[in-house]
Nanobody, 125 residues
Framework: VQLQAYGGGVVQAGGSLTVSCAAS????????MAWFRQAPGKEREFVAA????????YYADSAKGRFTISRDKAKNMMTLQMTSLKYEDTAVYLC???????????????????WGQGTLVTVSS
């Protein structure tokens, strides 16, 4: 499985941006998918996730009410719509996927097998 994130760029604070993730390869093996982000000098942090089976969505507190994660199985695509962007949202956004399996916390990066290379989102103040 290969994941390719794209759509990052520079946006002013208060603006909106959508980043996307395209999956290829043995995509049938992908279960849940998620977005993480990593700012310079900081730990990788969970942003949002969507389950494969029922499309339940989960968000970090920092993303609730501002970000929307969605998924198109037919196109093997996942997107993250971001609104009301803040300077502190500046980071490399990485898409991730994992196989189906026993219960694991959906926000834990260690449980994700597949990772894209990331796309940089810069929010200017």
């Amino acid at each position: 499985v290969q994941l390719q994130a794209y759509g990052g760029g520079v946006v002013q604070a208060g603006g909106s941006l959508t980043v996307s993730c395209a999956a290829s390869g043995y995509t049938f093996s992908i279960g849940d998918m998620a977005w993480f982000r990593q700012a310079p000098g900081k730990e990788r942090e969970f942003v949002a996730a969507i389950t494969w089976s029922d499309r339940s969505t989960y968000y970090a507190d920092s993303a609730k009410g501002r970000f929307t994660i969605s998924r198109d199985k037919a196109k093997n695509m996942m997107t993250l719509q971001m609104t009301s962007l803040k300077y502190e949202d500046t980071a490399v956004y990485l898409c991730a996927g994992r196989t189906s399996g026993p219960y694991r916390p959906i926000s834990r990066a260690l449980d994700y097998t597949y990772w894209g290379q990331g796309t940089l989102v810069t929010v200017s103040s």
